[in-house]
């Protein structure tokens, strides 16, 4: 089975912009969850979509947005960039089923906001 | 509440063994796990522990689990080089139907020879 893919790799942006970045799970993964990784603030969770719905969220602004396809792939947006936006943005899939589901990670978008 | 939390650095050299620890907050962590970061990569898990197990081992790879002290440990066998990487835990966290994943700050393994 193909793993978790992300794109783009790397995405350079600057203040104010807005970006999307792309997740397709692993075939026949109905959970796609995303994670924000800087040095300063290390791993932390943004959110998680099930079946097209967000089913958990952390704490971060309304301009951190996502969704999720009827195949499963999901996208996040960023609106009105801002510097402490750039960051390793990391997208794990799992199957889905139960809540307590072992989640694999794909390779991360790098985005640096100048 | 939700704190994970590692030792930043350990350094050993290659054939010994290593052992990374972590220690967690939330008592309701059905799911403990270790993934490796590598250098401009993913995560990639290693091996995870159901809560009531103690010990779970994996070729070079043995988790203990102290429940009681929230206390998890990684222990990798006979260490190379190629293990050189960044180390986190993580616990699941359940709120209704849904997980999500807490992370530690990470402990880097350097591998020396």
């Known amino acids: 089975k193909a793993g978790v893919t992300q794109t783009p790799r790397y995405l350079i942006k600057t203040r104010g912009q807005q970006v999307t970045l792309s997740c397709s799970p692993i075939?026949?993964?109905?959970?796609v969850s995303w994670y924000q990784q800087t040095p300063g603030q290390g791993l932390q969770f943004l959110f998680e979509?099930?079946?097209?719905?967000?089913?958990n969220k952390g704490n971060f602004p309304g301009r951190f947005s996502g969704r999720q396809f009827s195949n499963s792939r999901s996208e996040m947006n960023v609106s009105t960039l801002e510097l402490g936006d750039s960051a390793l943005y990391l997208c794990?899939?799992?199957?889905?089923?139960?809540?307590?589901?072992?989640?694999?990670f794909g390779p991360g978008t790098r985005l640096l906001v100048l | 509440g939700e704190d994970v939390e590692q030792s930043l650095f350990l350094s050993v050299r290659e054939g010994d063994s290593s052992v990374i620890n972590c220690t967690y907050t939330?008592?309701?962590?059905?799911?403990l796990y270790w993934y490796k970061q590598e250098p401009g990569a993913g995560l990639q898990l290693l091996t995870y522990?159901?809560?009531?197990?103690d010990m779970k081992q994996d070729q070079r790879l043995t988790v203990l689990l102290n429940k009681k002290d929230k206390h998890l440990s990684l222990r990798i066998a006979d260490t190379q080089t190629g293990d050189s990487a960044i180390y986190f835990c993580a616990e699941s966290i359940v709120t209704g139907t849904a997980s999500k994943l807490t992370f530690g700050t990470g402990t880097r393994l350097q591998v020396t020879l």
């Open positions: 522990i159901f809560s009531n197990m």
């Open positions: 075939s026949g993964h109905r959970s």
């Open positions: 979509y099930f079946s097209e719905t967000q089913r």
């Open positions: 794990a899939s799992s199957g889905g089923q139960g809540y307590q589901e072992t989640q694999y």
């Open positions: 939330d008592s309701s962590s059905t799911y």
